[in-house]
Nanobody, 121 residues
Framework: VQLQASGGGLVEPGGSLRLSCAASGRALSWFVLAWFRQAPGKEREFVAAISRGDSTSYADSVKGRFTISRDNAKSTMSLQMNSLKPEDTAVYYC????????????????WGQGTLVTVSS
């Protein structure tokens, strides 16, 4: 499956942004989906994941502010980000795996190219 992330940009603290990830090549319903992010000088970290049955998991740092969703019919997934903070600044990657639901990056086989989110006034 090929993944294409979009929707990044510059937003002020407290603002909102919606990231999208379009999939092609295989039905999205086969996969566990997730978002990861990597800030400058830091390791890639887990943000959110959604199972084949729409169960979700979030990093503590984004819980209550971010919402992951999927639309298998449209082969897309999204990350709604509210109440953004400067520490949310990072390149955001969408990822997919055909393996059982987990949140560590190593199990994800397919990755999008990343989209930059900058939170700054």
């Amino acid at each position: 499956v090929q993944l294409q992330a979009s929707g990044g940009g510059l937003v002020e603290p407290g603002g909102s942004l919606r990231l999208s990830c379009a999939a092609s090549g295989r039905a999205l319903s086969w996969f566990v989906l997730a978002w990861f992010r990597q800030a400058p000088g830091k390791e890639r970290e887990f943000v959110a994941a959604i199972s084949r049955g729409d169960s979700t998991s979030y990093a503590d740092s984004v819980k209550g502010r971010f919402t992951i969703s999927r639309d298998n019919a449209k082969s897309t997934m999204s990350l709604q980000m509210n109440s953004l903070k400067p520490e949310d600044t990072a390149v955001y990657y969408c990822a997919a795996t055909s393996r059982p639901f987990r949140t560590d990056a190593g199990v994800f086989e397919y990755w999008g190219q990343g989209t930059l989110v900058t939170v700054s006034s």
